[in-house]
């Protein structure tokens, strides 16, 4: 038995499934966090929250990475980790800078580091030599106004230290480069009270599907799990309204997406990680959006267990112990699975869902996750206000995406206007 140190945490599926792999795998795990009611707050109803069954929950100002690391060390010398973990993105640079300071296992803290920028992240893969999309770094309008007429429209313009699509936006012209510069400018400080890099991405608009591949890292080595398809819809943001693994490509197309993901990986110098990489299937070739060194979000975590029986929760606790992970895949009965998100298109308080009973009642569905009546409903800007979402699976073949989508359709929310 293990004792790992969780540090923060999301509040939705991976908050669950990462006490969840610790729990099964026979390991403790010490919870750190700064602001403990900012868990409570989200439990459900009548059920305890997963993070409570710690062994120890400690506060202290997780946002101020240098005392976080005087507190940990002296946290160590009582307590005695095993390993250091999170499964929040604005918390994987802290925690790969622990595991240094402690001397556990984890990734280069330097790697992880330019994977959460999305600037670095560029920089390096265009010094590693992997085609990707022409870009340029600014710093303030005047840098945009001049990159953009450099590029060309249409662009992409992202935060560079952003999360779940936020900001993210198409633009086609002047006007809608301004107005979703001045968005992004309008929001210093993230969702965890964290001072934002003040410089955005501009990315030529590339074309083709997207796709993500599903890695666990150890020994040097990258050992692909799988690819999963992705669905956008929102324009002009990017809000993912579902996902399907594994996804429906031919072998040239999945090949040119893993070797693409340990390329990438490679260059960024990452190891001991489980990642999420997304790729473009462009009529170019096989373009990196983003890597992202933890876990995939979005439940395609629980997409891959369904259909191969490799926990990539499970996974992640084992590489943070600097263990092999079992990828061993074993029969599930499922060919596929797919995941749809219910996707607010108007703003108000949600009063029900209609179709929710059907839905429920249908044959191969793994998962429905609805939101609560009384809910404040936002028209989504990014994968931050879905409205729940249904999963099923397909013994057959790659039906899970047609499936799920003829169930989506059912579901009708009610939005009342505040």
Request: charged share 25%; proline share 5%; with cysteine.
């Amino acid at each position: 038995m293990a004792h790992l140190l969780v540090v923060e945490s999301w509040v939705g599926s991976m908050s669950r499934l990462l006490p969840r792999a610790l729990r099964e795998a026979g390991h403790e795990f010490t919870f750190l966090t700064r602001d403990l009611h900012h868990y409570l707050r989200s439990a459900p109803e009548g059920t305890a929250h997963p993070l409570l069954a710690a062994r120890h929950v400690l506060t202290t100002e997780t946002n101020d990475t240098d005392a976080l690391l005087s507190f940990v060390e002296r946290a160590h010398e009582v307590l005695r980790f095993d390993g250091v973990i999170t499964s929040c993105d604005y918390y994987l640079r802290a925690v790969a800078r622990i595991a240094e300071g402690l001397g556990l296992p984890g990734p280069a803290s330097e790697a992880v580091a330019n994977a959460c920028r999305k600037d670095a992240t560029r920089r390096i893969l265009a010094e590693a030599g992997l085609p990707g999309p022409r870009f340029a770094v600014c710093a303030d309008w005047a840098g945009v106004t001049a990159s953009a007429r450099d590029l060309g429209y249409p662009l992409v313009l992202k935060p560079v230290d952003l999360c779940a699509g936020m900001f993210v936006r198409r633009v086609d012209d002047e006007t809608e480069l301004a107005h979703a510069y001045r968005a992004v400018a309008g929001f210093p400080v993230n969702a965890r009270g964290q001072r934002r890099e003040p410089v955005v991405l501009l990315e030529e608009l590339l074309d083709g599907p997207e796709v993500s591949v599903e890695t666990v890292s150890y020994g040097g080595a990258a050992h692909v799990v799988g690819v999963t398809d992705k669905s956008v819809g929102g324009a002009p943001a990017f809000v993912e309204t579902g996902h399907m693994f594994p996804a429906a490509l031919d072998a040239a197309d999945v090949e040119a997406a893993e070797e693409t993901a340990r390329r990438a990986l490679k260059a960024l110098g990452l190891d001991s990680v489980v990642a999420h990489t997304e790729i473009k299937l462009t009529s170019g070739g096989p373009r990196v959006v983003e890597v992202n060194p933890r876990p995939a979000g979005n439940r395609i975590t629980e997409l891959v267990r369904h259909v191969t029986g490799v926990d990539l929760a499970g996974a992640c606790v084992d590489v943070a112990l600097g263990r092999e992970p079992d990828l061993t895949r074993r029969a599930t009965g499922l060919a596929s699975a797919a995941i749809g998100f219910l996707v607010p298109d108007e703003d108000g308080v949600l009063e029900a869902v209609d179709g929710a009973d059907a839905v429920r009642a249908a044959d191969g569905v793994l998962e429905l996750q609805l939101a609560e009546p009384r809910k404040a409903v936002k028209a989504a800007g990014s994968n931050n206000e879905y409205l729940g979402h249904v999963m099923v699976g397909d013994a057959q073949g790659p039906g899970a995406r047609g499936r799920v989508e003829a169930l989506l359709a059912q579901l009708r929310p009610r939005v009342a206007a505040r």
